[in-house]
């Protein structure tokens, strides 16, 4: 199995560009082809969750300072938050006077999404790795 440090980047980069598909799929309307990628783009998000939690075993994340309480609260609140697009999209579907709320939310959710791998990119950059033993 690849390494972390290749699993992380792939898998957030596919995500990102997963989150450009569902944003493009959304904005025309779409829906089958878009409610197919934001069950794909979720599962590659738990990917690099996942991959991001192997990475990080790999650094002292400590020695990065303020940033790593502050991605992690970004991270988490980022990740809660995919559950506001779900719902709306859930009411959008039902009536689509919802449909700016949705648009809304999914792109507080995307912009979070955005601040939790930048924040955490520069965590990871700020932070010791530790010595293999």
Request: charged share 10%; no cysteine; glycine share 6%.
């Amino acid at each position: 199995m690849p390494s972390p440090q290749v699993l992380f980047p792939t898998f957030l980069l596919l995500t990102v560009a997963l989150l450009g598909v569902v944003v493009y799929t959304g904005l025309r309307g779409k829906l089958a082809v878009h409610i197919t990628f934001v069950v794909i783009t979720v599962l590659s998000l738990a990917a690099a969750i996942w991959a991001a939690l192997q990475l990080g075993e790999l650094y002292d994340l400590e020695s990065a300072g303020w940033i790593t309480p502050v991605h992690l609260k970004i991270a988490r609140v980022a990740t809660y938050a995919y559950v506001l697009p779900a719902v709306s999209g859930v009411m959008t579907l039902r009536d689509r006077r919802h449909k700016k709320l949705h648009f809304k939310l999914a792109m507080l959710t995307l912009t979070l999404t955005v601040l939790a791998a930048l924040t955490g990119t520069w965590m990871i950059f700020a932070a010791t790795p530790i010595a293999a033993s």
